[in-house]
């Protein structure tokens, strides 16, 4: 200590002198950079992998669509508080009912979005449930092209009751942003999804294009068997396609090697895929407790947690650090070696 009471330089290291002092200060910057940024990248490689910060309120209704004679149930999870939240209809799988597909509808609502699952009858659990020989019922009813044409029109129908329920006193008044749609399904579900933003399909190519949907979501979708490499010329919305390595039909006869097929045809707009090693059909699901849950399945449903809702952030609310980790790598830092993350871009 000098004698003002001072540390010198000299003393305070120790004999030291003052190059050596900022060679160790910036070592420990270096060090201290070094840990904040790996800190962040942990963080950013668990892009809302756990629920979000909304409360969400769940509740059914059953619309009559009269036009059609047909009625449209539904299973609505939604963020319940005050605010504007963009919307994503989902679409089951054949045999599946509103009440699946809840570990997503209800992690997507808790960040921040209208969920609107909805059950297409013709192609729903009635065509199995309480019935011998359930799994003729359900190749039935995939072979009859009428729920594939009906099924689309249930999606447009939906839209126009929610654009009534916007306005409407009740749970969903002045919470829903009609301008900010999404949609998502599973299997035939994908089907359904694809062929809403303007897949073809079918000996006539029949066509269906809803335009209020902005970015859609397709897990295991099946692939067109007739004139499949021109059937995704008319879609013009960034998809995001999710399959798995294990990914066969149920039902139908496309393989884990073809569900590719819809990202590497679709050229009219950003598209996404993941391939999850060892990834089957139903891991998709959520699995029913009939099925029961795999070792690995915990980990996949995180990985689909996390980068769909990446996707809608994106795609629906314009987040830039949300398309910033699903496209530059925080994503594939997450994956690591529990499958393969392609983008491909609009051509």
């Not at 065509?127 to 359930?134: F, T």
């Not at 979501?217 to 995704?232: G, K, T």
Request: proline share 4%; net charge positive.
């Amino acid at each position: 200590m000098d004698k003002k009471g001072f540390f010198t330089v000299t003393g305070f290291l120790g004999g030291g002198s003052l190059d050596v002092m900022t060679r160790s200060l910036n070592k420990i910057w270096v060090w201290l950079l070094l840990t904040a940024l790996a800190t962040s990248h942990a963080r950013a490689a668990e892009y809302k992998k756990t629920a979000g910060p909304f409360e969400v309120g769940v509740f059914k209704a059953a619309w009559q669509d009269t036009n059609r004679t047909r009625e449209l149930p539904v299973k609505i999870y939604y963020p319940n508080t005050n605010g504007l939240f963009p919307v994503i209809i989902f679409s089951h799988g054949l045999g599946g009912s509103r009440d699946g597909y809840e570990y997503v509808g209800r992690h997507w609502a808790s960040h921040g979005y209208v969920c609107v699952h909805l059950q297409h009858a013709g192609s729903d659990d009635g065509v199995w449930r309480g019935k011998a020989g359930g799994m003729a019922g359900m190749r039935a009813a995939a072979a009859d092209p009428r729920n594939a044409i009906a099924r689309p029109v249930d999606v447009t129908f939906a839209l126009d009751q929610l654009a009534k329920l916007a306005v409407e006193p009740g749970p969903l008044e002045k919470h829903l942003d009609t301008n900010r749609i999404g949609m998502a399904g599973h299997s035939f579900g994908a089907n359904t999804t694809l062929t809403t933003v303007g897949q073809r399909f079918g000996v006539a190519e029949y066509k269906y294009q809803e335009p209020r949907i902005k970015a859609a979501i397709a897990m295991s979708a099946p692939v067109p068997r007739l004139n499949a490499e021109r059937s995704y010329d008319r879609i013009t919305v960034p998809v995001y396609h999710l399959t798995g390595t294990k990914d066969d039909s149920p039902i139908g006869d496309t393989k884990p090697e073809q569900r590719r097929f819809p990202f590497d045809h679709i050229t009219g707009a950003d598209q996404y895929l993941l391939i999850l090693a060892g990834g089957d059909h139903m891991v998709f699901s959520g699995r029913s407790g009939l099925l029961g849950l795999r070792s690995k399945d915990a980990v996949f449903h995180e990985l689909i947690l996390m980068s769909t809702t990446a996707f809608w952030d994106a795609h629906l609310k314009g987040d830039a650090a949300a398309k910033q980790w699903i496209e530059d790598g925080g994503f594939k830092s997450a994956l690591g070696e529990e499958g393969t993350f392609e983008i491909k871009r609009r051509q």
